[in-house]
């Protein structure tokens, strides 16, 4: 089975710092999903960055970006010029398949502070 | 754009009592899932649906639970005799297909509490 662990259960950042979570994760598969949810205070969860194990590329999108170093298994997030509403939970998680269940990670709490 | 909706936001019950959660999927969306996190915990997989048929289930899932499509638009998943470990906040997902990458669109969650 699957694992995926985020040994930060807190993390702070002063605004327009950048800030770096990191997610290790466990599986013998070779091609699989990762991704990185941000969940406020009000639960939602919402996408923030996706990255496919096939692609070398590290996923890009906009201020988030990742460092997916597939034979450390690690999949850390990066976030640039850091902001107040990016204060959530973040969690890591893991997909085997496209329309897999999502294994998730214990979380960060991140804080943005002004 | 489209989203997820789940009904209610909210639910208090008593120890022992039915409750059925809905979820409205996006409307061309073919695979469901139901997940919880218990308040301060990670989030769970329960359980995943296609084809009118649960396509795979967690531990957690047992017999207390289960999962329908009633309509062709609502899915949802009723805990027949509600235990206080079941008070969580419980969110639904749903992709388009399980062929090419999609992303899982969660909904808003409902926060179940029992009493």
């Known amino acids: 089975a699957q694992t995926v662990t985020q040994s930060q259960p807190e993390m702070s950042v002063q605004e327009a710092e950048t800030v770096t979570l990191s997610c290790t994760y466990d599986?013998?598969?070779?091609?699989?999903?990762l991704f990185w949810y941000k969940q406020p205070p009000s639960r939602q969860m919402i996408l923030v960055i996706r990255?496919?194990?096939?692609?070398?590329q590290n996923a890009t999108e906009n201020r988030f970006s990742v460092n997916f170093q597939k034979a450390a298994k690690s999949f850390s997030l990066k976030i640039s010029d850091s902001q107040l509403g990016d204060t959530a939970m973040y969690f890591c998680?893991?997909?085997?398949?496209?329309?897999?269940?999502?294994?998730f990670g214990e979380g960060t709490q991140l804080t943005v502070n002004p | 754009e489209p989203e997820v909706t789940q009904t209610p936001s909210h639910q208090v019950t008593q120890m022992g009592q039915e409750v059925i959660l809905r979820c409205v999927p996006i409307s061309n969306h073919l695979y469901f899932y139901w997940y919880r996190q218990i308040l301060g915990q990670k989030v769970e997989f329960l359980v995943s649906f296609y084809n009118n048929e649960i396509s795979e289930k967690s531990e957690i899932f047992d017999d207390q639970f289960s999962v329908e499509r009633p309509d062709g638009s609502n899915f949802t998943l009723k805990i027949r005799s509600t235990k206080l470990e079941d008070s969580a906040m419980y969110f639904c997902a749903s992709i388009y297909n399980g062929i090419s990458y999609n992303e899982q669109f969660f909904g808003p969650g409902t926060r179940l509490t029992v009493l």
């Open positions: 998680a893991f997909g085997e398949t496209s329309g897999s269940r999502l294994t």
């Open positions: 599986t013998s598969e070779n091609n699989y999903y």
């Open positions: 990255q496919e194990a096939y692609k070398q």
